[in-house]
């Protein structure tokens, strides 16, 4: 649904991606049919996982946060987070991942704010 979103919205809006520590690592807290990743030990690691993410063919930049989680903390964006940032100013904060992740929010911002 977040690729839709992208695409529908490519004209009003830009997108990023910001990776930032593995949710799901395989030596950690792994789910089952997930993707072979540990969790990062090195900004290299964490990298090589970003540009497993970019197989999905996101249609936006990807970003990595630092090592330190700084990007992270600074959003609360672990598991999952989404913002919406308008002229630098944060107007819409969704609720943490899982459960507070919900894309159809998102939409309906941008449609209300592009009319």
């Known amino acids: ?11 009003v809006a830009d997108f990023v991606v ?19 990743i540990r969790q990062h030990r090195s900004l290299e690691e964490r990298l090589a996982a970003a540009e497993m993410l970019a197989l999905h063919d996101l249609p936006c930049p990807i970003l990595v946060d630092t090592m330190d989680n700084a990007a992270a903390r600074a959003y609360a964006a672990i598991p999952d987070r989404l913002y919406i940032v308008l002229d630098g100013v944060c107007v819409y904060r969704g609720g943490p991942g899982p459960d507070g992740y919900h894309p159809e929010e998102v939409r309906d911002w941008l449609q209300r704010f592009s009319g």
């Not at 649904?1 to 004209?11: P, T």
């Not at 910001?18 to 072979?36: I, K, L, R």
């Open 1 to 11: 649904m977040v690729k839709r979103i992208m695409s529908d919205f490519a004209a």
């Open 18 to 36: 910001v990776y930032v520590a593995e949710a799901h690592p395989t030596d950690g807290w792994a789910m089952s049919g997930g993707m072979d």
